[in-house]
């Protein structure tokens, strides 16, 4: 199976984070949870979470309680949609070859991939200006060539957005910026 160890088993100064926002699909909990085996780092936290945060609010706490319970049903789930939004990017990928290059991501629910010519700030500003879908510019996330953008795979709906970003590569060159016709 494709899966990350976490940090904090492979090294005992690591802090590994866990929330319920991606692999539950739940962000809007807002709860999550710390892993280390230094105690120092612990104590600290927990000292430092009194000034924050001293407790949840118990919904979310109700909730998210509900969740660990049916993980496997809720971590299937969100696998099964990401993998289905995976292929439909991998054939759009694909099928414009010519203008993109990428890895495609073998254990998470974000893909990077990267135009072959031009910067992805004005072809994630044209695609939103024309056809409404929103994909963040690589300089977002610190890629200092700009030619990476971001797509999250794991929403269930992102099949729509997926065909309206095919519909807009297959437009005639001249209707996009920086294609060459």
Not at 32 to 48: E, I, K, Q
Not at 65 to 74: D, K
Not at 95 to 119: D, I, K, M, N
Not at 126 to 143: A, I, K, Q, S, W
């Amino acid at each position: 199976e494709d899966r990350l160890p976490a940090a904090c088993d492979l090294d005992e100064r690591a802090v590994s984070l866990g929330v319920l926002s991606k692999t539950y699909g739940l962000p809007g909990l807002r709860i999550g949870w710390v892993a280390t085996r230094n105690r120092a780092v612990l104590d600290a936290m927990a000292a430092f979470k009194d000034y924050t945060t001293i407790c949840n609010g118990a919904p979310s706490e109700f909730l998210a309680s509900l969740a660990l319970r049916r993980r496997e049903r809720l971590v299937r789930r969100n696998l099964e949609i990401i993998a289905t939004n995976l292929v439909l990017l991998r054939e759009i990928i694909d099928g414009h070859a010519e203008r993109f290059e990428w890895t495609p991501p073998r254990a998470g629910s974000v893909a990077y991939p990267a135009l072959r010519e031009g910067g992805s700030e004005r072809f994630c500003l044209d695609l939103l200006e024309r056809t409404g879908v929103l994909l963040l510019p690589g300089r977002y996330f610190d890629e200092r060539d700009d030619r990476h953008f971001r797509i999250g795979l794991g929403r269930a709906g992102l099949g729509v957005g997926l065909k309206r970003l095919d519909a807009y590569l297959r437009a005639p060159a001249v209707a996009r910026p920086g294609a060459t016709p």
